[in-house]
């Protein structure tokens, strides 16, 4: 800074570029307090209206390039051309050197100014005598001084703000702040528009401090470009400090001084660096950009958007608010503001609110107390996309009165008419400035978000601006209620807008229902024509109605009206409607006794059914009530027929169709005569034929399609419902030879490209899924009706088998696509097409014995049906006797463990007559089960039971193959698995188990371990004390010598016992030994059935190695008998048996043998050895 009290020269922070300052610019509000233009009434509008020049080129997108023009200012304008403020300033300590005046104290009293004055040089006139100033007076700045070192700071920031404020950086500039002038404005005192010199080399700027002193007016006019601001700061200038800077281009005027002195310290802000210094950006060419466009949409009526809506970017309380915010949103609304005024627009600001809501998710994965404050670093977010509600709400104008409580604002609004085109999605990408959180039981969560937007609409759509929704209803509500016999000025305003107000796109339009109303009412004839030409009411008899149109019949007269009725029925394609139309004034007519207003309409009438146009819904049974007028029958055949087969859609040729065979059948109808009976056959026929060449049989429709169990979608798929609906029509109405034109549109070649038609995969989709249709319908056909065309037929299944089977080259086939490849087969194609065709398909993929079953379930049920189209080399049970063979090489039942499908299997053997099949069942099981090395004892030896029982239910032997040879197998894997060889006796657990007899929380679960068959037992967290007690109990009962203890070292201490490996081996084969014989009680509770089935002296050898006299009961002694059951048994100690099961036999297949496998021979010390197999 430099060392006087004149000039501040800022020192600029290091690493601060001091390359060339661009000048960036904004503008910033400066909101004219002076009275608008009072010429605001309709007449001056037209008039100006009628002198504007249209618009060369006018824009075709008001709101894209109006968000273009505010993007360019937005983008180029970062300052504004002039700024202002009140300050929180510091006393100054005012020194003034002229004629001693010494310190000046503030705020200023007449005194003080007075002395000023004496010392002080008048403002000079400039040249061409033309006064600059009056009665203002200037001391020289070198000539001032402040005593209070605090100014130097404050005038320092003060600076910076402006600089800011101007779009200038600071420090890049190096910034000298200049004392240029003490000023002193007296009453009266005012200054004529000007823009200052530049007082010192690199100035840019005058800042202008306003000292506390007591004044009211002189107000500052400044402008650039045509943008003006007025700055007034005689508010409180007794007591407070105020600034205004604004570049040396600016235009600046200062209004009169109506009372009081006004102090000031004129400052000049020079630029230092050697760069250009920064200067006013050219906007003429935006301003003349936004006036096109302005123009453009003033010019284009009601046809132009009715407003746009700007979200600003920042949230303003109040009018005022905006206008002292001197931010982006207030320099744009005064870039706006001085053109849209000139144009007849208004602005306004309104607030927006969005709100979202959903369920909340919390990520931390915890749910809160209801009463606990949310938190802003919480990590909640919607479980899914929430829902989304806008409003805008409270349109002020710009002075901060109301204009109305909301502001229109849908999707479509909000696509065509803000900026940017996604309000709600702008305002979301922000922060939210409120949020709920109802954290109790996971409940919802709200986010709310707000923001100021500026509201731009020419003065032509006030009205409806004010009212909102409601203007349209308004007018429109207000011409139909008119009971004037003229039209009043608003009334006339309605008139127009209804006229200019958007179209239906269908159904009554109600602004011309109600010009319509008003126009009879002031039996204005020329007026009902305008809104029917303006309105398209010619066009359409449903947009104006029949009531208005007979109300106005009752008030211009048929004279009048029928021409204009005329060109309704002649324009209108509607045939119910013109024939509505013409009933009602014929029974007018007839109340009338008008017999030439009937003739009029007999003649109309035959009209319409020369011009029909395409039938719709219903109109079917319409034409069916002319059909039974005189001469109808010929009309059917000679106008209605031939016009409407064209053009009407397939739909609605059905439809008359059916109409036209219901008419026939009944009793009464109108085709009496064999002549009209024929001619209403040939018209059916031709009206159902023409719909099924036209007919897309492939027509996307809506359905549902489930995701999940959860969760279901909507899509559109082909479907088959219109095809059954024409086949039916065929059959119904005895038109079966059309058949044929069904199946040849539904089995055509597809040349479509682009999408014009059906894809391949839907054309299959609906043939594959008409199949069960079809098939019913050629079975169920009654021998008393005439046969179904064999073309048909042949030409339809020819068509379909193959992509049925394509569908069976899956593993997983359903049940329905099952039936009806079974179906289809059993009609079309015999025993030979499913041999030589069908079989080798379903065959060549792996399949679950559940679609093996339904398929041969499915082959049994049509029998008799395959049985009328054979084959010399197979029949249905051949085919089913080798699917049975191929389902069981493909089965491994051993994978599930499931008893209950194992019996299944078995039993549905018998159920296909295939019941000796069930030994390849039963080989397939052993020699799977015997490569896993759990199965036997978790799967195989637990079935025995099963097996048992199916065999007991089919009268097959235990005794014999199959079921001999499994049980041999089976028992002899278990026994070389679990009891190969056997441990020491098990005395010494049991011995040593005994001993422990404390009854303790714990020592009972030791003495049961030791009885059990697990290798160890583990007592968490018992604690030391007892930890310590059962190793004394375990050491007092020996059980050392069969097991080894510890005590784990946590907290609290845990124990573990682990069984040595003899002792638990030794339990291990007992538990064993007891699986083997509860198995052989499976078997038979005979124990003779059990020596037959294992044969004398094996089940001797096997009883001796169990270490029992018998498994049931003794045996009866027979002559011959090798086993004695006199005594039992030797002990096993001293036996030494070798138990080997020669090979089973049973009659073939031979594939089913179980082959034994080979001996082998297990010793051990001190311990008996078996061979088992």
Not at 650 to 672: I, T
């Amino acid at each position: 800074m430099a060392s006087d009290n004149k000039t501040i020269e800022p020192d600029n922070s290091p690493g601060v570029s001091s390359g060339d300052s661009k000048l960036t610019f904004q503008f910033e509000t400066g909101i004219n307090d002076e009275s608008d233009d009072p010429s605001d009434s309709e007449e001056s509008d037209s008039d100006e209206e009628e002198t504007e020049p249209r618009v060369k080129n006018p824009s075709t997108n008001i709101r894209g390039d109006l968000e273009k023009i505010i993007s360019s200012a937005t983008e180029i304008f970062k300052g504004s051309f002039y700024f202002r403020k009140h300050c929180d300033a510091p006393n100054p300590a005012l020194r003034l050197v002229p004629g001693n005046i010494g310190t000046v104290g503030l705020p200023l009293a007449e005194g003080a100014a007075n002395q000023i004055i004496a010392h002080s040089t008048q403002v000079s006139f400039a040249a061409g005598e033309q006064p600059v100033a009056k009665d203002t007076w200037e001391m020289d700045g070198g000539l001032v001084n402040f005593d209070n070192p605090a100014w130097h700071s404050f005038i320092l920031d003060l600076a910076t703000q402006v600089c800011k404020g101007l779009g200038i950086d600071f420090h890049a500039s190096k910034l000298k702040i200049q004392l240029y002038k003490l000023l002193l404005y007296g009453t009266g005192s005012h200054s004529l528009p000007r823009q200052y010199t530049e007082n010192a080399e690199g100035m840019f700027a005058t800042m202008i401090v306003n000292l506390p002193s007591a004044f009211t007016g002189g107000a500052v006019h400044i402008s650039h470009a045509g943008l003006p601001a007025v700055i007034d700061s005689s508010m409180n200038s007794l007591i407070t400090t105020s600034v205004v800077a604004w570049y040396t281009g600016v235009t600046h005027e200062m209004k009169p001084i109506t009372s009081g002195y006004r102090l000031a310290l004129s400052y000049n802000l020079i630029h230092t660096m050697k760069v250009p210094r920064p200067s006013l950006p050219a906007i003429h060419g935006l301003l003349a950009q936004l006036r096109h466009i302005l123009l453009s949409w003033k010019q284009s009526g009601y046809s132009g958007p009715r407003k746009i809506v700007y979200l600003f970017q920042n949230t303003h309380r109040s009018a005022a608010a905006l206008r002292d915010s001197q931010g982006p949103d207030a320099r744009l609304v005064s870039f706006l503001e001085a053109v849209a005024k000139e144009l007849g627009f208004e602005l306004g600001m309104a607030t927006c609110q969005l709100t979202l809501s959903g369920e909340a998710y919390d990520s931390r994965g915890s749910r809160r107390c209801a009463y606990d404050e949310y938190d802003e670093d919480d990590d909640v977010e919607f479980a899914e996309d929430p829902e989304r509600d806008m409003t805008i709400t409270d349109l002020i104008d710009l002075k901060g009165f109301s204009i109305s409580d909301e502001v229109l604002m849908d999707d479509k609004d909000e696509k065509g008419q803000a900026i940017p085109a996604n309000i709600s999605r702008a305002l979301e990408s922000g922060s939210c400035d409120e949020q709920e959180y109802d954290s109790y039981c996971g409940g919802g969560l709200k986010r709310h978000y707000f923001r100021s937007v500026l509201v731009i609409w020419p003065s032509l759509r006030d009205e409806e601006i004010a009212y909102g929704s409601g203007y349209l209803d308004h007018a429109l509500g207000s011409l139909r209620a008119a009971t004037s016999t003229k039209p009043h000025r608003e009334e006339r305003r309605f008139i127009e807008d209804a006229l200019a107000s958007r179209h239906p796109d269908a159904g009554p339009d109600e602004g011309l229902q109600s010009v319509c109303a008003a126009a009879c009412q002031w039996c204005d004839l020329k007026l009902w024509h305008r809104a029917m030409d303006t309105r398209g009411g010619y066009d359409n008899l449903e947009k104006l109605g029949l009531d208005y149109i007979m109300d106005a019949v009752a008030e211009f007269g048929y004279n009048d009206m029928l021409p204009s009725i005329a060109k309704m029925l002649q324009k209108d394609t509607n045939n119910a409607r013109r024939f509505k139309l013409l009933e009602q004034i014929e029974l007018d007519a007839m109340a009338k006794g008008d017999s030439s207003v009937r003739d009029w309409v007999s003649k109309e009438r035959g009209a319409v059914l020369g011009s029909l146009g395409p039938l719709a819904v219903g109109e079917g049974k319409l034409l069916i009530e002319y059909v039974k007028a005189p001469g109808g029958i010929a009309a059917l055949q000679h106008k209605i027929v031939p016009r409407v087969e064209f053009n009407s859609n397939p739909r609605e040729l059905l439809s008359l169709a059916l109409a036209l065979h219901a008419e026939q059948v009944k009793e009464g109808g109108c085709f009496k005569s064999s002549a009209d009976k024929e001619i209403g056959s040939r018209m059916r026929t031709r009206l159902l034929s023409r719909a099924i060449k036209r007919e897309n049989f492939f027509e996307l429709v809506e359905s549902s399609m489930e995701a999940s169990s959860s969760i279901s979608y909507r899509r559109r798929t082909p479907s088959t419902k219109l095809t059954e609906q024409y086949l039916e029509a065929c059959l119904n109405t005895g038109n079966e030879a059309l058949i044929v034109d069904v199946v040849k549109q539904l089995t055509a070649v597809l040349y479509t490209t682009g999408g014009a038609g059906p894809t391949t995969g839907e054309r299959d989709s609906v043939l594959i899924a008409l199949v069960p249709y079809f098939s019913k319908m050629v079975e169920e056909r009654s021998d008393s009706l005439p046969s179904l065309p064999s073309a048909a037929i042949d030409l339809f299944y020819k068509t379909t088998i193959p992509l049925l089977l394509a569908q069976m080259q899956k593993a997983g086939l359903k049940g329905d696509e099952v039936t009806s490849m079974v179906r289809a087969a059993a009609i079309a194609g015999g025993v030979k097409s499913l041999e030589h065709t069908i079989l080798p398909k379903f065959k060549a993929a792996v399949r679950g014995p559940d679609t093996y079953k339904l398929f041969i379930r499915r082959l049994r049920a049509r029998e008799a049906q395959f049985a009328l189209k054979p084959s010399p080399t197979s029949s249905i049970p051949a085919i089913v006797t080798d699917l049975l063979t191929t389902m069981t090489s493909q089965l491994d039942l051993t994978v599930a463990k499931s008893a209950a499908a194992t019996i299944d299997m078995l039993e549905f053997c018998y159920e296909t007559k295939n019941g000796p099949r069930y030994a390849d069942v039963l080989s397939k099981l052993v020699k799977d089960g015997s490569r896993r090395v759990d199965c036997v004892e978790s799967f195989l030896l637990p079935l025995i039971p099963d097996l048992v029982g199916f065999a007991s239910r089919h009268g097959i032997s235990a005794t014999a193959p199959p079921l001999v040879s499994y049980f041999h197998t089976v028992i002899a894997l278990w026994m070389k698995g679990s009891l190969d060889s056997r441990p020491p006796a098990k005395s010494v657990l049991l011995a040593c188990a005994e001993k422990i007899e404390c009854k303790c929380e714990f020592c009972p679960a030791v003495l049961k371990f030791l009885s059990s068959t697990a290798p160890s037992l583990e007592l968490f967290g018992i604690g030391a004390p007892k930890a310590k007690h059962l190793e004394s109990a375990l050491k007092s009962a020996g059980v050392g010598a069969v097991a080894t203890w510890s005590i784990a070292m946590t907290t609290p201490r845990g124990f573990k016992v682990t069984k040595k490996h003899e002792p638990h081996q030794a339990s291990k084969w007992e538990s064993s030994k007891q699986k083997s014989i509860s198995a052989l009680k499976s078997i038979s509770t005979d124990e003779n059935v059990l020596v037959s089935v294992f044969g004398g002296n094996k089940y001797s050898n096997l009883m001796r190695y169990l270490d029992v006299p018998w498994i049931n009961a003794a045996l009866r002694a027979e002559p011959g008998s090798v086993i004695s059951t006199a005594e039992p048994l030797a002990s096993a100690s001293a036996i030494s048996a070798t138990h080997a099961y020669p090979p089973a036999t049973r009659p073939a297949p031979e594939d089913t043998e179980i082959n034994p496998s080979k001996r082998r021979k297990v010793d051990h010390a001190n311990a008996e050895t078996i061979d088992l197999i």
